[in-house]
């Protein structure tokens, strides 16, 4: 049995927490993207801590948070902000390591905790278009639907070829042996390693 649809004053509340949800992301997006590059590489938020990547994972979180307001009886649409709260929320766990990994970079369980995030980031961001392209599934517009959707596909390709070069070099980190033709490559992923996972 299907829900009853929601009123216009319910609608109306739901569709302000979304535009609040969506402008929470267009901004926090880039933000968190410079923060947690500064966190990790600089020392210019060393006086602070681990609070400005915390902050900015947490305001991301918000805003998909404040998204959920949004026509809640649709599953398909519920389930893509799940998994992207999901990850959210795993960010917010892992981004204190950008610190503690920028004071003791030798230090292997940080380092690997810092890679755990660049994945779970980069999932993160493939999971949000797909919060996106449902979003404008729900939506009337037909330009709008057909933007969207090329524009994720393009995003969803960029973050899986990224995802490809980091496990790819982790591997060579691993076992350097076994990727001999590959070795020029990697030492110049290696190189414009981080930022690639910026771009």
Excluded: H
């Excluded at 500064?38 to 918000?62: C, D, H, N, R």
């Amino acid at each position: 049995m299907r829900p009853d649809p929601p009123s216009n004053a319910e609608l109306l509340r739901s569709l302000g927490r979304l535009v609040r949800g969506l402008s929470a992301l267009f901004w926090g997006l880039p933000v968190a993207l410079i923060i947690c590059f500064q966190t990790a590489k600089t020392e210019f938020f060393k006086s602070f801590g681990v609070i400005p990547p915390l902050a900015v994972m947490a305001w991301l979180l918000y805003g998909l948070w404040q998204m959920r307001f949004f026509q809640r009886q649709e599953r398909i649409w519920m389930s893509a902000l799940d998994r992207a709260q999901a990850f959210a929320l795993v960010n917010c766990g892992l981004c204190p390591f950008l610190y503690w990994w920028n004071r003791m970079p030798d230090q292997p369980f940080f380092t690997a905790m810092v890679g755990i995030l660049a994945a779970s980031g980069l999932l993160f961001l493939s999971d949000l278009n797909l919060v996106l392209r449902r979003l404008t599934a729900m939506l009337p517009d037909e330009g709008l639907r057909q933007e969207v959707g090329q524009f994720t596909a393009l995003n969803r390709y960029l973050v899986l070829i990224t995802f490809s070069l980091l496990i790819l070099f982790f591997v060579w980190l691993r076992f350097p042996s076994l990727a001999p033709p590959f070795a020029d490559f990697l030492m110049l992923v290696d190189r414009v390693g981080l930022w690639l996972i910026i771009f």
